[in-house]
């Protein structure tokens, strides 16, 4: 082989990696920008049916002081509405990208005891997937979880039910059925949060400023399409649902409450 022949084939041996590595980056690129991205607002629209309330509760451990309030609304300068869950209810996904990358876990949810309170008061889990649960205070909490039945109606049955003794401690649970649920503490009989289980792990939960973003894993996204959309707050009966068109992974919507459905 003369020097020109061999020059060649050195250059051609190096190089056939390349291509690959090169396709891999630009899956990789692609598998980034097609993440679903469906995000929008939720505002209540009206005055609601009740009022938030002040109560005094006094307790060791329960911080230094003993004002407590009840945590039904969330409710920011422009009706922004906090604490709602919202999620795609049948999320149809494209065959997830292989990408080299080791794609990130969901972010863990955990719900803590902070001040005898539960952090935060609305929170969603996908079913049969474990959830934290934190003690950070420094006194005795027992978890008892119920079925929510609905407003007007009896509490389900338990769950599960245990204690945790000291700060610090933490516990994993799940709910292997999709529902409602509610945690509560016998020993403070005012602290109380709301769990909703999921199918799939396809759902968000408003903060103050009405703002959800729904996760969702690298490299795979929603289909383009139809969907419903679904969207609910302790302080409702009933659901709200939307149709959202979905393409190249994203849609933006904005969802309203009705002040005056609410109870």
């Known amino acids: 082989m003369d020097r020109q022949h061999a020059y060649a084939s050195h250059r051609r041996t190096e190089c056939d990696g390349y291509p690959a590595v090169i396709a891999a980056l630009i899956l990789l690129a692609a598998s980034l920008s097609a993440r679903a991205d469906i995000s929008g607002t939720v505002t209540l629209v009206g005055k609601p049916g009740s009022q938030d309330e002040t109560f005094v509760a006094k307790a060791n451990g329960c911080g230094e002081s003993p004002i407590r309030h009840t945590e039904n609304w969330k409710v ?24 080299t990358a080791t794609p990130a876990p969901p972010p863990e949810i955990e719900v803590k005891q902070i001040g005898c309170r539960y952090v935060p008061h609305v929170l969603a889990v996908q079913a049969g997937v474990p959830f934290q649960i934190v003690n950070g205070d420094p006194t005795l909490h027992n978890i008892r979880a119920k079925v929510y039945n609905g407003p007007g109606q009896p509490p389900g049955d338990d769950v599960f039910n245990f204690g945790q003794g000291h700060q610090g401690q933490v ?14 503490c016998d020993v403070h009989a005012w602290m109380q949060c709301w769990v909703m289980a999921l199918k799939t792990r396809c759902f968000a939960v408003t903060d103050t400023d009405g703002k959800f973003q729904l996760w969702q894993s690298l490299g795979s996204s929603l289909q383009d ?33 009705d002040g005056a459905k609410s109870f």
């Open 76 to 99: 920011g300068p422009k009706g922004e509405l906090g604490d709602v869950v919202v999620w795609i209810v049948d999320p149809k996904f494209n065959n997830p990208v292989t990408v």
């Open 171 to 184: 516990d994993e649970r799940q709910f292997d059925n999709p529902g409602i649920y509610t945690l509560q």
């Open 225 to 257: 399409g139809d969907y419903k959309i679904d969207a609910w707050h302790p302080r409702f009966a009933d659901t709200v649902e939307q149709t959202i068109h979905v393409k190249n992974g994203s849609a933006t919507v904005n969802i309203q409450f």
